[in-house]
């Protein structure tokens, strides 16, 4: 095994389903559900003046003493990054005695293998369909992130607000059909939701009882310190489960290790991502208020599902279905029950469905628009799916916009400012400026399933290409401001090799959202999921690099 | 993946150092770190009055509905096997929807993976040397095995009594030697255990303060019902952490398919022999009285490991070391202080070095004699290790041998009571018997390690040799009484496959003892390993057959 992110043995969580896969078009590992910019600085606009950080290559100062761990307990290998490190990280490659790094990894790879921190090993044949077989620890940092607690109380507050928004947007059909117009021309799947969602409103459907299980993803801007959100995830919202475990990873190593790290462990905070999601399902189960019911788990990854057991503790069943067994076996009696077999299906949990791929046939669009009809509580609703599309996420970003949602003027502003540049691509001026300076745009296309974001010279050639063309293609994609994070050292655990490089971060904080008729009954924010990534290029950003497991350590 | 136990991907718990592997020798996984008789019956002593049970084909009973599992969750396969079943059973094949035994299997494999009970798969090279990868489910019985609430009280109620057996026999060094006098000159490994104890003699060196974490092995007698002790374990008894997970995973699956099942899940024993273990460690540390000690765990399995883990929770630091890096890196100080590095050793615990595989150079057996010098808490001492030999265990079982070490009749009426026949093969009665009937037999090697049992026409064969040649070998081995346990239908999950078969268990009953110059501290029965394996042929006993964890079911 060589570099990480470079080698042929990228590790994949598996899904049970073959025809379903979320890693399939990328070769990141953490871009997970969705895709995420990796990096970007210094929008043109007025609201962000910040300046590009200087580049200098400082591998003869990070990089003189390489870190090999001869070993079997796994090697530290390292990889050499241009990146100007303007912070000071907990992970100074300097101040670690290599014997303690070799006794980290050893114990932090038993650690993961005695508490479920795995995943399918891509090189493995059946890890993609058979649980427990072909395992591998998951990706992870070996230490905690630095982040400062300041921004991270922030992002905290931010989760309500934007619960409530979801559902107040899910609420105004005309603006989600008005706002996704053009894309529904230049983007066949956003197309087909919509005609699920038009039929919905034709025929009068409401969601009474409306569950949003949510990550919102931010990144911190190295110069501004400002706390930018990437996008916010409304459907199949990944690692709850392996987020929660590298916590208690790194508060586990870091109090076995207290005298040597000198760092404390309750800086961690406590990530309880399984345990509220769990709740949130088993409450929207109770809602739902029928005695012999069942919550439904679609498309399913074997992994990170912590919280469907939880939910069996709480005498919830859960059934795992496939779209297509559900259009096989799915019946929808007059009265809007649905039932599978004989079991009536309180609860439907999405953990896959946003991408094209998870639709190989009519028949899984079916089952799709079986579920939307029936009356069990859906997590997300198709409503609650298009709110967090990037050209809504756009869209919201517009003046005035989120004024038509919210009333509170301190939320709507807390909300403003952690929203990155966002522009639809008949912004002329923007389009003209982004052509002329590509490196502090990302251009993200509607189509979900990470890896997908256009970076450096081609987002130059792809808006010339579109202008070109002159067809209802440039409808398929946003620009957003490209986000400069901080780039710190780290040590990144993958496939039991340690990988020493530098590396950001992003942030996602997860939330739950349940309400009925009348009140909300659950709006809170969830733990966090932290994911580093080695930086390794300056050109195209990070997308290029390999993302692991991390936590954030308060600073 | 065809029938388990004759496929050429069988699993072994690995062990980090290459030079150490407890499983190379055998092909039956749980067989363990020591090697177990796997049925018998009949001795003809006149303590033995059982009936051999008649074989009867029952495959068309049995295997007249052949269960396949076509989904991705793991598929059964039907062995067929000649035995009887003469008593009912918790998998009675019939019983069971093959739907329900789909559900039970996939989310018996997620638990697996989301608790830690996994082990390292032979087939990928480097699971053996690096934690956390190629990592697969540990075999396991999706359900538990029936056992009998009395004969369960009776093997718990022992374990105290054989600590303190042990510690008293251990305190007999012309015992020792004397009983091992003719082994010593058939088997070398052996002989050198003795050479370093009679170096602790002469110099006179005593152990004042005393760790024992034992395991007895009991079969439980079909016809008679009795428990009968296959062999006690005083070094390296393995499985403590991997039993406990099977446990909780067996209480799990019976709560979540209560309905299902109809099973108590209260009636599977708790299970607390890593927490009990961790505790006599850590007692042992602080009896060693010094501020600033370690604990030394001696070649170490990755996957069974909890309670290191729970010693340092404890505040002892654990440090892992093979026996030649302690003979590279140990001192010994004029008081007897074993240092390693600047590290004072308090307690050595032996994950290996019961077999010759582990003492492949005279720099291991160096290091076993610096730990035996040195005033570290030894788990065991050359001296309780031993007591544990099988010849030992052949003397004890002699007229009037175990009043020479404990008072209390009723304690020695009830070691009696499980002891199997045991005969040296300077018993030419018994010989004679053996070469007539050796389908009654198992001959024992001193060796351990697992898989080296002689069993039917073999032991006749064996025996018959060993008169031709007249050597000292037949001391290397003692006979003992063939145990045919009840024989059940099981349902065995490895490699991700559900095997249908027909089984036989054998209960492992861990426990501890501590004690210092005055008193005893600790001595506990502590948990227990249920395992359970495939019978599938009776030529030569079940030794062919592959092994599961399992659990308790008392009835």
Redesign the interface.
Known sequence: MGVGYSSSCSLSLSL???HISCFASTTTLLSSHKSTPNSSLNPPTSKFHYQKPTYTTMTAQSSSSPLFLPI???RVEEIKTQYHNSTKPISDFHSFDPELIQRLV?DS????????L?AG?KN?Q?SG?????????APFALLPMSFPERQWRQACELAPIFNELVDRVSLDANFLQESLSRTKKADAFTSRLLDIHSKMLESGKKEEIRLGLHRSDYMLDEQTKLLLQIELNTISSSFP?LSCLVSELHRSILN?YKEHLGLDSRRIPGNTAVSQFAEALTKAWKEYNNPRLDLIDVPYL??D??FT?LC??HDVTTI?KTLAEIDAQGVLLPDGTLLIGNQVIAVIYFRAGYAPIDYPSESEWRARELMEQSSAVKCPSISYHLTGTKKVQQELAKPNVLERFLENKEDIAKLRKCFAGLWSLDDSNTVKDAIERPEFYVMKPQREGGGNNIYGDDVRKTLLRLQVEGSEEDAAYILMQRIFPTIVPTFLMR??ICHKDHAISELGIYSAYLRNKENVIMNEQCGYLMRTKVSSSNEGGVAAGFAVLDSVYLT
């Open positions: 049970p389903y073959s079997q307990s796994g050893y790879l038993v650690w993961s293998s005695l508490h479920g795995v090993d493995v059946r369909t058979v649980p427990g077989v072909g395992m591998v620890h489960g076995q074997f992994y599902n912590e057991k069996n503790t795992r496939d039991g």
